[in-house]
Nanobody
C-alpha cells in the first residue's frame, strides 16, 4: 500500500560522491518527517539525517558538511548527497518516512535499502 524505494547506491572510490534517492508511492495523504539511516554488517542501524515536511534538517554531527539531506514534496522523493566517502561509509542505506494515510493516521515505513560500497 505504501512503498519506499531507494536508488543510487553502488560502488565508489574513496573520496568520491554518491547521490541516493528514496521515492514513496502508494495510498499516501502526506509525508511528514523523513530520514536516512544506514546499517553496516554486524552494526546497529545508525541515524544519518532527518528532514521535516517543511525542509528543516537535522544531521548527525559526524556527517554535517559531508552528507546533505533534501526532499522534493511534489514527487515524494528524498535525497542524500554523500561527499568525501570513505570505506567506513560502506553500509546498506535505508529510507524512512512517517506517512499520513488516507484515514488520517500516521505510520512509519522503511525502504528495502540500497547498498553503498566504498573502496580504498
Amino acid at each position: 500500500q505504501v512503498q519506499l524505494v531507494e536508488s543510487g547506491g553502488g560502488l565508489v572510490q574513496a573520496g568520491g560522491s554518491l547521490r541516493l534517492a528514496c521515492t514513496a508511492s502508494g495510498t499516501i495523504s502526506g509525508i511528514n518527517a523523513m530520514g536516512w539511516y544506514r546499517q553496516a554488517p554486524g552494526n546497529q542501524r545508525e541515524l544519518i539525517a532527518t528532514i521535516t515536511a517543511r525542509g528543516t534538517t537535522n544531521t548527525a554531527d559526524s556527517m554535517k558538511g559531508r552528507f546533505i539531506i533534501s526532499r522534493d514534496n511534489v514527487n515524494n522523493t528524498m535525497y542524500l548527497q554523500m561527499n568525501s566517502l570513505t570505506p567506513e561509509d560502506t553500509a546498506v542505506y535505508l529510507c524512512y518516512a512517517n506517512v499520513r494515510r488516507l484515514n488520517g493516521l500516521r505510520y512509519d515505513y522503511w525502504g528495502q535499502g540500497t547498498q553503498v560500497t566504498v573502496s580504498s
